[in-house]
Nanobody
């Protein structure tokens, strides 16, 4: 089994920065895709950023130029660096990793527990 643990959320003033982390642990596994989602109150969960195993990235338009997704394969950890934060970035942020456990054929999506990000003065 694989467990994901998120950290790094909190309260920050507009214009501030936070870095979210998503650490995977457990059985031998391989991480392919890494995605960060967010869900604001009363809204649907939306994809914020994604990075492939090859390092290709994609961002939701409202965060382009402000957020950076990255991964450290040696540490089995994904990151979301968030700069120039705005009140509209307030949401619960979730990581979702596509992981294939050694000895299995198909990969599965694993979700982090979510971390609250609040941007307010």
């Amino acid at each position: 089994q694989v467990q994901l643990v998120e950290s790094g959320g909190g309260l920050v003033q507009p214009g501030g920065s936070l870095r979210l982390s998503c650490a995977a642990s457990g059985s031998d596994f391989t991480i392919s895709a890494v995605n960060w989602y967010r869900q604001a109150p009363g809204k649907q969960r939306e994809l914020v950023a994604a990075i492939t195993n090859g390092g290709s990235t994609n961002y939701e338009d409202s965060v382009k130029g402000r957020f950076t997704i990255s991964r450290d394969n040696a540490k089995n950890t994904a990151y979301l660096q968030m700069n120039s934060l705005k009140p509209e970035d307030t949401a619960v942020y979730y990581c979702m990793l596509t992981i294939r456990v050694s000895g299995t054929y198909y990969p599965h999506n694993y979700w982090g527990q979510g971390t609250q990000v609040t941007v307010s003065s």
